[in-house]
């Protein structure tokens, strides 16, 4: 049994798709070549690894090689919006194999609302030709708080019949798997870490959209903190929003000024024809020279409170998504100049500010990845050996 | 050695204290009692763990039970600060067996002041009767930023001679064991939570005295970011600290309007003999008006920031200490009455912003813990058993 427990350990070093001899793994663990052999035959048996071709040989027979087999099971992920949603099937490693998108109401309710993507979810099995035995977890980011513990919603604004509503188990009436929930941003910033920023052990990616939040990765693990509510950024108070009223009650928060609907609201007062988000965007497109300000200045009012984050946390990357990133590099270009003049030389030094590069499907990565690290962990691969 | 090598983590368990028996061990683990059995001889050979009486029988011979031995080595502990240091000698849970206090010149560079730490490290250890062998290692706290990989000092601002001196080297020239350096707002954080809030995943430890800074503790983590500079509270921009200039040469720092020395300042503008905090808190607890509401209104400065803080990291608890938080309830109603007015109702429904009950502890507490975490480490316990 000493032998099996660690197996869960030894698979860590295959997460990065480098294929290994048995005499690396040897080396790099410390562990003797018989272990090692153990191990991995374990590990081949749960189908996790398996050859990966041969190795070059410094004479005699070339060592066999073995890898990660991340095609061995497939894992759903869902990118739930307040009026659209992605439905991607990805193999254990997060490769996109093929996804889904459709309009949706958020307001409709769970039911309505998770039917139409276990629909999505069932489409998306069939055309692939996997089946639903071979799921190994099913990840779902939602547009509102959720309790990661249970993954049920807790009082979300802008989803009317959810709060507190049993989401892993309502799909779990569809499909006989590990159901794992969280908010949008979160999984967005997992799904950008684990694909650009795999390095990073300290990063925070913030959405500038409708509404305005962030996933904090301290450490190398997302934070979410007492509470769940980590990384609720729109409602920290910002200087130039002295006067103006929030959806949330309070005077001068963040998203009262530099969300979409701000600032369309801003620029409608002036006389242009902006509704929401998009439209600002179709005016930054367009050249229009009071949309590129507007956007710049909200850039600049994001980069006031993540001035403070970079004090307290020092992060190595921030990461700027969400739909109002689209608008190129006059959003960044004012959060970089706020930050940079405002925090210590030495706590941002080295730190780069960027755009999204997983973009619309950083929310789908961010899923998938959520339910790889959780059965991919050493403790479940450990527990999958000795059951 | 399978399971030798798990015998780390066995080890864990026993760190809250508690006596168990080899049957309650099995059932907590899901271990063979056979395998337990093994494991706790390993961990009695190397003197961390013993006997501790024997339970309560269901009938037959009285099962017996075993527990940590913290006494089995002794822990050196530094606090030094600008102009004091206090040591003291614990055992490895962090018990306070001695300590010695003494004024020092941080400016005297980096010779004179550890070698005074030295001489009283001696003396403790000879009036204790413990021998320098029996040290499982050496903890400092420097009032500077330390990059902590290597215990050398980075450009700390009021420490000349300091900046990438070798102070475990030097250290290790005297004593033949591991030194572990960080700075001293870092240590008092994880004093802070080792002794009283070891539940807290999610903390922050603020410093108000001559400077400002902060402890964060994430996930159960102490963070300390990409380049060591988490934390960093005092030279973050609050909206009171408009024209005034802060010696980082930045406009506006917290630390420029809230710390000892600059309510001093403002106090002394306004005709009152004050020079330091020292004398702005004799002023308080003199009961003067003009003072308390300095200290009233620093809080609030600090609350400020703290506010950020509670949305982006959502912690269960926030701790104020350093000198000005002596000053009793008035620094901490000022952070308070910020911070719940300005933060999510969720964020705050409970968080706990109490005075730090280590005080002047709180930074020989944490240095201690720091090497208690690094020295029972499952790791290093398993390395030692398999050396």
């Known amino acids: 049994m000493g032998t099996l427990t660690r197996a869960g350990e030894l698979f860590q070093i295959f997460r990065d798709g480098q294929a290994r001899t ?24 749960l189908g996790l690894i398996g050859p990966a071709g041969e190795a070059l040989s410094s004479g005699g027979r070339p060592p066999s090689r073995v890898a990660f087999k991340p095609a061995s099971a497939v894992i759903l992920a869902a990118d739930i919006g307040a009026t659209h949603m992605l439905v991607g099937l990805t193999d254990l490693s997060g490769r996109l194999i093929d996804e889904r998108r459709a309009g949706t109401d958020i307001a409709g309710g769970p039911e309505v609302v998770l039917d139409q993507m276990v629909e999505l979810a069932t489409q998306l099995l069939a055309a692939s030709g996997r089946s639903s035995g071979e799921l190994a977890g099913i990840g779902i980011g939602l547009p509102g708080p959720v309790e990661h513990s249970s993954g049920k919603p807790t009082n979300p604004p802008i989803m009317p019949g959810w709060d507190r509503f049993d989401v892993p188990g309502y799909i779990q009436g569809s499909f006989d798997t590990q ?3 969280d908010n949008d941003v979160n999984i967005m910033a997992l799904g950008e870490r684990a694909a650009f920023w795999s ?31 980590a990384g609720d950024l729109g409602h920290i108070r910002v200087p130039r929003g002295s006067g103006v009223f929030c959806r949330c009650g309070n005077e001068g928060c963040l998203e009262a000024i530099a969300s979409g609907p701000a600032i369309a609201r801003a620029l409608s007062k002036a006389g242009l024809p902006a509704v929401d988000g998009e439209e600002v965007l179709s005016l930054v497109r367009a050249g229009n020279v009071q949309a590129i300000q507007a956007i710049r200045q909200a850039g600049r009012d994001v980069g006031d409170v993540l001035a403070t984050c970079v004090s307290m946390l020092n992060p190595a990357v921030i990461v700027i998504g969400g739909s109002l990133a689209a608008a190129g590099e006059h959003l960044i270009a004012g959060v970089r100049e706020v930050v940079y003049s405002r925090s210590l030389p030495l706590a941002t030094s080295r730190l780069q500010i960027v755009q999204s590069r997983a973009a619309g499907e950083a929310g789908v990565l961010g899923a998938s990845r959520m339910v790889s690290d959780h059965v991919l962990s050493a403790a479940r691969i450990d527990a999958a050996l000795n059951s």
Do not use: H, N, P, Y
């Not at 080396?27 to 272990?35: D, H, I, N, V, Y």
């Not at 390095?199 to 190398?220: N, R």
């Open 22 to 45: 048995r005499a690396e793994l040897a080396e790099m663990t410390g562990l003797a070549r018989s272990t090692v052999a153990a191990r991995l035959d374990a590990l081949t048996a």
């Open 179 to 181: 159901v794992l929930v």
């Open 199 to 229: 390095e990073a052990q300290d990063l925070l990616f913030v959405k500038v959209a409708t509404g305005i939040g962030s996933g904090v990765v301290c450490g190398g693990l997302l934070q979410r903190g007492a509470d769940g509510t």
